[in-house]
């Protein structure tokens, strides 16, 4: 079975950009949550989605926004790029999410550096 | 704020010495999820407790889940240097499944 796949796997963007990230989640699994990962903050919550429904979202601006298509592939978007938006975005896909005890399995993570 | 703490921060032992890892949660959690990150990778699921007082083993890793079910720890005996790596634990808080701080463990042969 083919595990998460993340694309791309590095973005460098300037301040004031917007970025698309994307996720493919694991055939047959239904939930797709991000996270941010900074040496600082360590793995932050952005949000989870389940069959095309935001179902739960971090505490993170309006800046940072996702979806969740029919096939179960998520896109997060990030508009008006900051400094401290650089990290390591991953993504985790799950049979019905990790408060539904299902594991959460990641993707190889983008790394994001704006300038 | 961060709701799930991990202490300590960084643990350095020589190989053969144990190692334990602590998760504090602010909150009740109904479940915890440990995982492993190896230096440069992506976080990989190692095991789930959902009972109060639970206790599960893998070869030489022993996980706890505490008995007010808000605390956690994830014991390695004998660490060899594939332990290394930053160990995590995540909990359901009924609004929102946590992260914890992390733990890096560097084993020194």
């Known amino acids: 079975k083919a595990g998460v796949t993340q694309t791309p796997r590095y973005l460098i963007k300037t301040r004031g950009q917007q970025v698309t990230l994307s996720c493919s989640p694991i055939?047959?699994?239904?939930?797709v949550s991000w996270y941010q990962q900074t040496p600082g903050q360590g793995l932050q919550f952005l949000f989870e989605?389940?069959?095309?429904?935001?179902?739960n979202k971090g505490n993170f601006p309006g800046r940072f926004s996702g979806r969740q298509f029919s096939n179960s592939r998520s896109e997060m978007n990030v508009s008006t790029l900051e400094l401290g938006d650089s990290a390591l975005y991953l993504c985790?896909?799950?049979?019905?999410?990790?408060?539904?005890?299902?594991?959460?399995?990641f993707g190889n993570g983008t790394r994001l550096t704006v300038t | 704020g961060q709701q799930v703490m991990q202490i300590p921060q960084y643990q350095h032992v020589q190989e053969g010495e144990d190692f334990t890892t602590y998760c504090n949660s602010s909150?009740?959690?109904?479940?915890i999820q440990w995982y492993k990150q190896r230096p440069g990778g992506h976080p990989v699921f190692l095991i789930q407790?959902?009972?109060?007082?639970e206790v599960k083993k893998q070869k030489r890793l022993t996980f706890q889940f505490g008995e007010a079910k808000k605390n956690s720890s994830l014991h390695i005996t004998a660490t060899q240097t594939t332990d290394v790596g930053t160990y995590f634990c995540a909990g359901d808080a009924g609004n929102q499944f946590y992260f914890g701080t992390g733990t890096s463990l560097t084993v020194i042969p």
């Open positions: 055939s047959g699994h239904r939930s």
């Open positions: 989605y389940f069959s095309e429904t935001q179902r």
């Open positions: 909150t009740t959690l109904s479940n």
């Open positions: 407790l959902v009972k109060s007082g």
């Open positions: 985790a896909s799950s049979l019905k999410g990790a408060q539904g005890n299902s594991p959460l399995h």
